[in-house]
């Protein structure tokens, strides 16, 4: 697939610029080299890219993906030397937030250090460094000075929105952009043993150029999971410190962090590293502090880069073994994680670099309002709440049945570079399996990126025996797939397909009765049903406004009767 999709790319490369010699290309300056306050525009990011691929067509090359919602392709930009075998990936995503751009800058000069530059001789075998230019590119379009508040520069800057006012990292299940039709191809596809994801934080102030959120390690699984709090993460650490660059664990508070502790920030698959950690990809989000200067916060994140790949290319042999073992353990378990929590039990302590708070009256409103001195930097032993425990399992089955009606959820968008996992029924037939029925849930009031999610979902689980038609698709679960599919398809999970909506329309009953006409169905049940008339009378005497309802013991009834068609049941099949 990957071959194909290379060979197409150089047919796709622009072809206006002359190709200029090594030399050149490795003297070639971004944007931000040439004035620290600017940041590149989407088409000097992908100008600079297709220069790369042009004059070193052997190493890298420019691959074109598909249209995004702006109308203008999303691109993928390889290096690799040699392929002679299972070809690993570290996968850097820029510009999901088009606002936060010190990832585009840094992996602009990254990129070509690598291809051309002083790391030219890192050799790449059977290895491949992928990179996104610009992701949000319809956001990266949409430029300004002014729509990040609280940002410290650089002059210029695209908007978090999409081209559809999508924030694209709530995009990674529901998939409502072609953006997140394509991303998610390519992480099928290229299956990444590191991804990250460039931002530029919010929030509170402190002496951090850099935080970092990782996937927590339990949510991992028993073998990644250690790997990546005792190896990956130490040294990440200390190769960005040993930059220049003070670094920290992301900060998830508005207030005081020395005084309220810091807690993970769990992100669920909704969110590019929780949708990379399902895939068992060992996913971070930097987040360059947002007040810092835009020379700082570019430079952070390149040295983030460059300490993430030296360490997986030193380790990258270990990388693929857990991997491989993580799967397995996690298929085999008794029970698939659906939603993690704060383990508020356990914590670890850090000495947090962090500036004096200073509480005073406000000169706009003349409440108390907080200040950070940062003449006032102070260094803090603060709580740090580093582990997540399960707070919601289910056991996954041997497969799932779903109507082909909403095979594109399971497909994606029609490709040729990833197999679907799900397999074709070849005639209509019955099949048997568990069915949910939705007891009760839960609707947030106000819309959140396009859909009312819900929540606090009720199941009740029932044998069902239903028939299913040529063209419906059975999805076999295996260690590749099982947190994917368990993610999305178990109704309770927090960023399921029914969280987001897609099934609503199988909670509405479509047909009902008129009394005049139910009661004398309703008699003639009672008269040939004895245990049914007996359940009816017990239910009378014992339920005083059922007695006093005549419309609810007709109802009661009618659900009773072959003519009701149990709505509320959700159409996706277990098979155990």
Not at 220 to 248: C, N, Q, T, W
Not at 401 to 429: C, H, K, M, W
Not at 491 to 496: K, N, T, W
């Amino acid at each position: 697939m990957l071959k194909t999709l290379i060979r197409l790319s150089i047919l796709l490369l622009t072809l206006s610029f002359s190709v200029r010699s090594g030399a050149q290309v490795a003297a070639m300056k971004t944007p931000f080299e040439l004035d620290s306050l600017s940041s590149a525009t989407y088409e000097q990011a992908i100008e600079h890219y297709e220069v790369l691929a042009k004059a070193y067509p052997n190493r890298c090359s420019l691959i074109t993906l598909g249209a995004t919602d702006s109308g203008k392709p999303l691109q993928i930009f390889i290096i690799t030397d040699k392929r002679d075998g299972n070809v690993q990936t570290f996968f850097i995503n820029n510009g999901i937030h088009a606002g936060e751009p010190c990832g585009i800058d840094a992996s602009m000069m990254f990129a070509r250090d690598l291809v051309a530059g002083e790391f030219k001789d890192i050799p790449l075998v059977n290895a491949q460094v992928a990179i996104i230019p610009v992701y949000n590119i319809g956001g990266a379009l949409n430029r300004g000075s002014y729509s990040r508040a609280n940002q410290n520069g650089p002059k210029a800057y695209g908007f978090r929105g999409n081209s559809k006012n999508l924030d694209l990292n709530r995009d990674f299940v529901k998939r409502d952009s072609r953006n997140a039709e394509w991303i998610t191809v390519a992480l099928r596809a290229l299956s990444p043993d590191v991804f990250i994801d460039t931002h530029t934080t919010n929030g509170a102030d402190y002496q951090y150029d850099l935080t970092v959120i990782a996937t927590q390690p339990e949510k991992l699984g028993p073998i990644l999971g250690p790997f990546m709090r005792d190896k990956f993460l130490p040294a990440l650490y200390k190769g960005v410190e040993a930059a220049g660059h003070p670094v920290s664990p992301y900060v998830y508070s508005n207030g005081v962090p020395q005084e309220a502790g810091i807690k993970p920030f769990i992100e669920s698959p909704r969110y590019s590293s929780g949708y990379a950690a399902l895939h068992h990809s060992l996913a971070f989000i930097t987040e360059a502090h947002m007040l810092k200067p835009f020379d700082k916060r570019v430079r952070s994140t390149e040295a983030f880069l460059h300490t993430a790949l030296d360490f997986w290319l030193d380790n990258k042999t270990e990388i693929a073994a857990a991997r491989k073992a993580n799967k397995v353990a996690i298929a085999q378990a008794n029970e698939v994680v659906l939603k993690w929590r704060v383990d508020s039990s356990r914590a670890d302590t850090l000495d947090f670099r962090g500036y004096a708070a200073v509480r005073e009256k406000s000169k706009v409103t003349g409440a108390e309002r907080l200040r950070y001195d940062e003449n006032k930097p102070e260094t803090v032993r603060t709580v740090y709440h580093a582990y997540a425990k399960p707070e919601l399992s289910v056991a996954a089955p041997k497969a799932y049945y779903i109507p082909q009606a909403y095979a594109e959820l399971i497909e994606g968008v029609p490709n040729l570079f990833v197999a679907s996992d799900a397999i074709r029924i070849q005639r209509d037939t019955m099949i048997s399996g568990q069915a949910y029925f939705i007891e009760d849930y839960q609707t947030n009031r106000r819309p959140y990126e396009g859909h009312y999610v819900h929540y606090a979902v009720e199941l009740r689980k029932t044998p069902m025996r239903i028939k299913a038609y040529a063209g419906d698709l059975i999805i076999p679960i295996t260690s590749d797939n099982i947190r994917l599919h368990t993610a999305t398809l178990e109704p309770q999970a927090p960023d399921s397909y029914f969280a987001w909506g897609f099934f609503d329309s199988w909670l509405q009953q479509k047909e009902h009765f008129s009394s005049y006409v139910f009661e004398e169905t309703a008699a003639r049940m009672l008269t040939r049903d004895v245990n049914l008339k007996a359940e009816f009378e017990k239910k009378r005497r014992s339920d005083e406004s059922f007695r006093q309802n005549p419309s609810a013991q007709l109802e009661w009834l009618y659900q009773q009767s072959p003519n009701y068609e149990h709505p509320m049941r959700y159409p996706v099949l277990r098979l155990e």
